[in-house]
């Protein structure tokens, strides 16, 4: 094989000039996913100490086990894991917050610290789930 000139050989890898943004853009994709994961109740509130807290304040109405107590139709079940699914932590955390506003969901915004707030969704999570 014929050596190449000097100064004109570039290895494949450098050779592409889009090569370290690429490696910068897929970084930082990497660390918003992180982010975003960051920002769900699971890594926010410890869904332990929530379980506490849960059996204190919600239990009597939304049941032991989530699925609310049968005479109160309006109740949501927090072991269906499709409606779970479609609210966001900050909607439920803001029910939690500010309650329902007449519907029987009482305002936790002055009775629970707001971490306390974080701990009891990512129980009320564990419930969909496990
Ligand atoms: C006095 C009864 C009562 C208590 C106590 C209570 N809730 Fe509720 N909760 C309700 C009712 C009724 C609803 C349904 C109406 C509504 O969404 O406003 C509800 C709705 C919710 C929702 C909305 C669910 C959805 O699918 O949108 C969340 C989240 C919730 N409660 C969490 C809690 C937490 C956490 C506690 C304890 C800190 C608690 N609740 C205590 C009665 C109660």
């Known amino acids: 094989m014929r050596p190449h000139p000097p100064g004109k050989?570039?290895?494949p890898k450098?050779?592409?000039p889009l090569?370290?943004?690429i490696g910068l853009l897929i970084g930082s994709a990497l660390l918003s996913l992180f982010l975003v994961q960051a920002g769900r109740a699971e890594s926010r509130g410890d869904a332990k100490l929530g379980k506490m807290i849960y059996a204190k304040n919600c239990a009597a109405?939304?049941?032991q086990n989530g699925v609310g107590l049968g005479n109160r139709s309006s109740l949501p079940n927090f072991t269906?894991?499709?409606t779970m699914a479609a609210k966001t932590d900050q909607e439920l955390f803001n029910k939690?917050?500010?309650g329902g506003k007449g519907t029987g969901m009482p305002a936790y915004n002055k009775v629970l610290a707001e971490q306390?707030?974080?701990h009891v969704l990512a129980y009320i999570r564990t419930?969909?789930?496990p």
């Open 19 to 21: 090569g370290p943004p």
């Open 116 to 118: 306390d707030r974080w």
């Open 80 to 82: 269906d894991g499709k």
């Open 14 to 16: 450098a050779r592409n």
């Open 9 to 11: 050989f570039l290895h």
């Open 61 to 63: 109405c939304h049941g």
């Open 96 to 98: 939690i917050s500010n």
């Open 127 to 129: 419930f969909s789930n």
